[in-house]
């Protein structure tokens, strides 16, 4: 960071401030080798002349010739442009030359409060997208609105004048004004003088073309019946004022003739206007790290991440952003909040501890709504991808924080020594139903580690805030392939996919049924789970986010991973045939999309009862491995030893073909045609 960097500024100042919440340019071009910010005129065409404009009279001054053509070029070359707002710079970068937008970077830092204040555009192209990969920095690309407040909003940030009024709607991606029917008709209402500038504006930059190749002024939604050539037939330089308004009220109605009707009135709070404006300013946009996709991650998944500042790797030294060096108390700034964690530092440390020398790494926090039902207060996911110096392709690890650690049972109200004992108690108790899971033949990842980061409290126990403490987290590598309930119904429709998926699909549900995988009880310790307490209400979990498809290099489906096992063995007691209606759903929400309904539906079925009847087999032939898994684990009631002798018993009277029918049964009930 340049901290020391005075910068130039010719125009007036780009950012909002005290008495001035809207910025005096929302273009702006920084000259990198020189630290000169140019804001006037409104275009990045001309602010370059304007900088080559100044540094002549600088030469002159200094009884020095101007700029030759070619140093006037040399000196454009050390451009970047920008866009303002109320948050501050957006950089358009040149995706040949990204050093150079990264030094912008620097400079324009020194101009804002946070390093948060200066984000990227053009993240899809592989050049931008692997520079910011490289610096650790995927948080840094500009988030693309997704609600109708944020979509609003930057529909009203877009409006920007030329010389006269801000009638026009800015598309940063290809630097083209927008003019609606509705602005230019309103330009009836400016004085005589003021309508001749506006028209004189329109008509001269509707034939133009920007260095991007793009129109620097369109005719909104207009065909092309309403063109710049219906502007050009008139003289409005000396036209009377009579001359001006009648040419205009001509041509406001022809360019209100060219549109359609939803066009004709500019009305951001009807939805369809709202998105096909939004659409139209976002044309060719790449500045969403939504759109960004990794190696191996559908964009489905990927568009779930917020990524997080972390740190970089420089000449092989791990470096941290200055993000989490921030001092703010928490609630003051809740953008901050949404992108500072402390659990951040500690990932990077581990992994950089771990795999050594890495060239990159970018951690992110994966959203709750990649499952179909949001857990409740915990599981906290994150995702990390890095690359080793040595290695040929990045590495994509899962991180899920132990729902139930030393902070919460701290701010239960248990004292240090109690809450570290049964947050190591839970990872056994986590790590013992991956093994009755795997020993019931569960399609699990293979491997998964248990790792901490060592934090500081700051919960509600006041005795131990500021203590150190452990946050505990299991990792794992990153399962590729479509999570089950994200399929899109088309490819269900594909020759072969659907039969195949029905049989991988029946084969996972069976180990589900078997071990009770339920929603968790709501309780202060699940811990804690004493014969006869009522029990909150419990729904079964599956297929519903945790199941993955894998899919081979035809595109067909390949094997089934349960990504995750939480919920496992949470109702052991009663009869399977009591969750049918549960399992039956997975194919009669699908029935509509299936060419063959029945037999799709019957291969779920047969492909489970299978599963479930091998298990069975497996059970009473080898009892003896299976009844005594747990004997050396903590025995009573509500303990994993107790719930796997339930789940097995259950498993063992089970009447499987009774139970195949009464399934078909309840997904023909419930079919929709039924």
């Known amino acids: 960071m340049r901290d020391t960097m005075t910068v130039t500024i010719i125009g007036g100042n780009p950012l909002p401030g005290a008495g001035n919440p809207r910025p005096a340019s929302r273009i702006a071009t920084l000259f990198v080798d020189t630290a000169t910010l140019v804001t006037s005129p409104p275009f990045h065409i001309l602010q370059r002349a304007a900088y080559t404009d100044e540094l002549d009279r600088q030469r002159q001054s200094q009884g020095q010739p101007p700029l030759t053509p070619a140093e006037k070029s040399h000196a454009c070359e050390q451009a970047v442009d920008l866009f303002t707002g109320e948050h501050g710079f957006l950089i358009r970068p040149d995706p040949e030359n990204m050093p150079l937008a990264f030094a912008a970077d620097e400079i324009l830092q020194t101009l804002v409060p946070s390093k948060r204040r200066v984000r990227f555009m053009y993240v899809r192209h ?37 010389g006269g009024r801000p009638i026009y709607y800015y598309s940063p991606t290809r630097g083209t004004r927008h003019l609606t029917a509705q602005a230019f008709a309103e330009l009836a209402g400016l004085p005589a003088e003021g309508l001749r500038q506006h028209l004189i504006e329109i008509r001269d930059y509707s034939v133009r073309h920007n260095r991007l190749g793009a129109r620097e ?20 330089e000396n036209a009377s004022e009579a001359e001006l308004r009648q040419w205009h009220a001509q041509l406001a109605e022809q360019f209100r003739q060219a549109v359609a009707p939803t066009l004709r009135q500019d009305r951001p709070e009807n ?83 771990e795999f050594g020398s890495l060239e990159y790494i970018n951690v992110g926090r994966l959203s709750p709504s990649l499952r179909r039902r949001t857990p409740r207060g915990g599981h906290r996911a994150y995702i990390a991808e890095f690359k080793h110096r040595a290695g040929t392709a990045p590495v994509v690890r899962i991180m899920r924080v132990q729902k139930w650690g030393i902070c919460e049972h701290l701010d239960a109200g248990r004292n240090l020594l109690e809450a570290i004992m049964r947050a190591e108690d839970y990872i056994e108790y986590t790590l013992d139903r991956r093994l009755a899971c795997w020993q019931l033949g569960m399609p699990m990842p293979t491997t998964i580690e248990t790792r901490r980061v060592m934090g500081t409290y700051r919960g509600s126990n006041d005795q131990f805030v500021d203590s150190r403490i452990w946050t505990n987290y299991f990792e794992r590598e990153f399962i590729p392939g479509i999570a089950t309930d994200k399929i899109p119904p088309d490819r269900l429709r594909e020759p072969g996919f659907a039969g195949i998926f029905a049989d991988l699909l029946g084969e996972a549900a069976a180990p589900n049924l078997v071990v009770g995988r339920v929603t968790e009880e709501q309780r202060k310790d699940p811990a804690d789970a004493p014969p006869g307490e009522p029990r909150a209400t419990r729904e079964v979990v599956f297929d519903e986010g945790d199941e993955i498809l894998v899919l081979d290099a035809d595109g067909q489906p390949e094997r089934l991973v349960v990504a995750d096992h939480a919920g496992t063995f949470g109702d052991c007691e009663r009869p399977l045939d009591a969750f049918v209606e549960a399992y039956a759903r997975p194919v009669t929400r699908r029935l509509p999309h299936i060419p063959d309904p029945q037999t799709f539906a019957d291969k779920y079925v047969q492909a489970l009862g299978r599963r479930l009847g091998r298990m069975q087999a497996e059970y009473r032939r080898e009892r003896r491995a299976f009844d005594t898994l747990f004997q050396h684990g903590k025995q009573g009631e509500g303990t994993l030893p107790w719930r796997w002798a339930k789940a097995l018993a259950r498993l063992d009277r089970t009447d499987v073909p009774a139970l195949m029918q009464r399934l078909r049964e309840a997904i023909w009930a419930a079919a929709p045609s039924a």
């Open 271 to 353: 939805t369809d206007w709202r998105n096909l404006m939004f659409a139209t300013l976002a044309e060719g946009a790449e500045d969403t790290v939504a759109d960004v996709n990794l190696p191996g991650i559908p964009p489905e998944f990927f568009r779930q991440i917020r990524w997080l500042p972390g740190g970089c790797i420089e000449h092989g030294e791990l470096k941290f952003d200055p993000i989490l060096e921030e001092q703010r108390p928490p609630g003051t700034d809740p953008e901050l909040d949404s992108l500072r964690d402390d659990l951040i530092r500690g990932f990077i440390c581990n992994h950089v501890r």
């Open 217 to 236: 002024l369109s005719f909104y939604g207009a065909t092309d019946r309403f063109t710049p050539q219906a502007l050009a037939r008139h003289p409005y």
């Open 126 to 162: 592989a050049k931008v997208q692997q520079a910011l990969r490289e610096r650790g920095e995927y948080w840094r690309i500009a988030p693309h609105p997704q609600t109708p407040a944020d979509m609003l909003r930057a529909i009203a940030d877009a409006r920007i004048a030329i």
